[in-house]
């Protein structure tokens, strides 16, 4: 365990800071989260394994939330997600985000990564990133445009280009380099290169830990409205299903205890809640740092506590370090995190197992990158719910020639009286003078209009004095002169 905090330690720090500098806030907020994540959520009961902190997947929405409420309410908002998270956990309500559709969060994710690539994209090159989801994506041309012609804008662009290559490039390393995480590699080349060659990149900017801390007071607590609700309930939702996501996906690299979905939830929400009290990032369980402590050979939450211990005393005794960090390599990482998000191979399996999943996540994703985060979920979710009510209403029908002349009908799915027009038209076009086998046994659901029309259908029918057989299933009609 002690071993594993410090490897999840060295993935962690770079991942703090430049998920605190892409959300606009600073970086040593990001340090507090971890902090928290590890000292607080790490000693209360939930998963064992799963590490916590500032998460990649809430760096859009925090950073609209700075934007349109102010850095001062961010503190009220995470305080406020958290207090929810907490009364969640105790109404036991952990359980039923496994409910939520898996497609509507990998849309989620990836309409999360498409804008932080296309975020962190501007901040390489040194220009301000737009507000909105479309006018990133069709101010990227420029943004490439001036990153190949422009020397100031070329620099930066080649230091987070470098650290993205060396990020990929770190795993195909031999074993013994591999022991030091990739990211905190890259930055350490990228800060080493900058310092020695002297190049003119923007780095980070330090103003201590206990001064970036700021407590939520009575003024904040005026300003609540709707608008800053809808973000509380955007905050709980996104980091309540990513969380509880995450600890699914570890429980598959272990053998140890399983996850406690309310109680996960519940240190979830106390976590919130004690950062929301500080003023920094929200946090969530993140799969990245969770499966390095699984595969460092952690076996008990010692090595998640330990892991936000050394966060502490880094951000006590070397906070000056984060000053020779280029703004450009944190960049860089998050743009390799960001592309992580978007499940390129899932969505092509997706499509062609199940077309609709494939189309709720891909809507889900353009819904946030041209909206915004809250009502991109909103979005995907109710696509999410009429794909599964039009699944529950789908009705197949089914005609064939048996080899002794009858006619075979199958009606599978769902038979309301919406798609009673489809069956009526179907069995009225049979043949009267041939015999009808009608297969009900595909059949999920049959209401009651359905059911008397075709019983109705079955009598009129063997009034021609054609034979009528009937399988099994909801209805049950035998030949002329047989019991129904």
């Known amino acids: 365990d002690f071993a594993a905090s410090l490897v999840v330690f060295l993935v962690a720090l770079p991942l703090c800071i430049g998920i605190a500098v892409a959300s606009g806030v600073p970086a040593e907020l990001g340090l507090v989260t971890g902090i928290v994540g590890g000292l607080v ?11 916590s902190g500032p998460a990649a997947g809430l760096t859009v929405l925090v950073l609209e939330t700075v934007r349109t409420l102010g850095l001062a309410a961010l503190g009220l908002v995470v305080l406020l997600a958290g207090l929810l998270q907490v009364v969640m956990g105790l109404l036991r309500w952990g359980r039923w985000f496994r409910a939520i559709s898996l497609s509507v969060v990998e849309g989620m994710l990836a309409g999360i990564g498409l804008v932080i690539v296309a975020g962190q994209f501007y901040s390489a090159v040194g220009l301000e ?32 280009a470098g650290t993205i290559l060396v990020m990929v490039g770190w795993r195909h390393l031999p074993r013994g380099v591999r022991a030091a995480p990739g990211a905190l590699a890259a930055v350490f ?18 103003s201590g830990v206990l001064d970036a801390v700021r407590l939520p007071n009575a003024d904040d607590l005026a300003g609540v409205d709707l608008a800053l609700l809808g973000t509380v309930l955007a905050f709980v939702l996104i980091a309540s299903a990513e969380s509880l996501f995450s600890a699914a996906a570890v429980d598959r690299l272990h053998d140890g205890p399983p996850t406690d979905y309310d109680r996960e939830l519940l240190a979830q929400g106390v976590g919130n809640s004690v950062c929301g009290l500080l003023g920094a990032l929200p946090m969530t369980a993140v799969i990245v740092r969770s499966s390095t402590n699984v595969q460092a050979g952690a076996k008990t939450k010692a090595s998640r506590v330990l892991h936000g211990v050394w966060l502490l005393l880094f951000a006590v005794l070397l906070p000056g370090v984060l000053e020779h960090v280029p ?15 978007i499940p390129f191979k899932g969505v092509v399996s ?24 809250f009502e991109g979920v909103l979005i995907g979710l109710a696509v999410s719910v009429a794909k599964a009510a039009w699944d529950a209403s ?27 027009p489809k069956i009526l038209d179907t069995l009225e076009a049979l043949p009267r003078d041939r015999p009808v086998v009608l297969d009900l046994s595909g059949l999920h659901h049959v209401d009651h209009a359905c059911r008397s029309a075709l019983e109705s259908w079955a009598d009129r029918h063997r009034t021609t004095g054609a034979a009528f057989v009937h399988l099994h ?12």
Not at 327 to 341: E, R, S, T
Not at 473 to 484: A, E, F, L, M, S
């Open 129 to 160: 990133t737009p507000a909105s989801g479309p006018a990133r994506l069709t101010g990227l041309p420029g943004a490439v445009g001036r990153a190949l012609t422009v020397t100031d804008a070329l620099v930066p662009f080649a230091v987070a």
């Open 473 to 484: 299933g909801p209805v049950t009609t035998g030949p002329p002169g047989g019991q129904r």
């Open 350 to 373: 997706l499509w062609r197992s199940h077309r609709g999943e494939a189309l709720v996540l891909v809507v889900t994703a353009v819904a946030i990158v041209t909206s915004n985060m």
């Open 41 to 51: 959520t790490g000693l209360m009961r939930g998963s064992s394994i799963q590490v």
């Open 327 to 341: 703004l450009a390599a944190l960049a860089g990482i998050l743009v390799h995190a960001g592309w992580k998000l």
């Open 394 to 420: 789908h009705l197949r029908v089914d005609r064939t020639e048996d080899g002794d002349g009858a006619v075979r009908v199958g009606l599978s799915g769902t038979v309301t009286f919406l798609r009673l």
């Open 189 to 206: 080349l990228a800060a080493l290169a900058t310092a020695l060659l002297d190049l003119p990149v923007a780095t980070v900017r330090v």
